[in-house]
């Protein structure tokens, strides 16, 4: 059996370092993992697509309409990312939107954050703030840390929730675990309430 994992977002957010994280994590649980190189342009702004397949898996790819979990941490990277979804997959998008240059110039139109969540049909969508609870937290650069503690709240995630806290602690220096564990445990909280 497998498990097909697709984040989705913007330069900068940190997709690359959950990905990662979440890789390292899977391996310490003893659970086999293929991950993909970077879609997309990693750079502030660019659209940034990592794919990953946990267990039985030959490939990193995640094919259309084979994805168990989408993470996203941008909501039109999420609704775009979407075609990836397999009926019934669980969905979690951060609200807050990374509006591109185009819509703040008026060139073109950002669409409605709600909208967009009223339209994801078929999966089990999980909307949270994660970078207005990173905010709280007490650093708006955890809302990647946040996305994996979120992720790891829902009940058919293959990976244990410790594996990814140890992951996270070797991914960051020492001062920098508190942080990063309270920005996972309120992502985790956002997810069961």
């Known amino acids: 059996m497998k498990t097909g994992i697709v984040f989705a977002g913007v330069g900068g957010q940190g997709v690359l370092t959950a990905s990662s994280i979440l890789g390292i994590a899977a391996l310490k649980s003893g659970v086999n993992v293929i991950m993909s190189e970077v879609h997309g342009m990693a750079q502030r702004g660019g659209v940034v697509v990592t794919e990953m397949n946990i267990g039985d898996a030959r490939s990193p790819l ?14 039109v990277e999420a609704y775009r990312i979407l075609h990836k979804a397999r009926k019934g997959a669980h969905v979690i998008v951060n609200t807050e939107p990374i509006v591109p240059i185009t819509a703040s110039l008026g060139t073109a139109k950002y ?43 829902v009940p058919e995630f293959p990976v244990d929730k410790e594996s990814i806290i140890e992951a996270i602690k070797e991914r960051f220096p020492p001062r920098h675990h508190e942080i990063n564990l309270r920005a996972f445990e309120e992502g985790a909280k956002a997810v069961k309430e």
């Open 111 to 153: 669409p409605n954050v709600e909208d967009l969540i009223a339209r994801m049909k078929n999966v089990k969508v999980h909307p949270l703030e994660a970078t207005q609870i990173a905010r709280e937290v007490g650093n708006v650069i955890t809302a990647n840390i946040v996305m994996l503690g979120a992720l790891s709240a």
């Open 62 to 75: 995640v094919g259309n309409g084979e994805a168990d979990f989408i993470v996203g941490f941008e909501p």
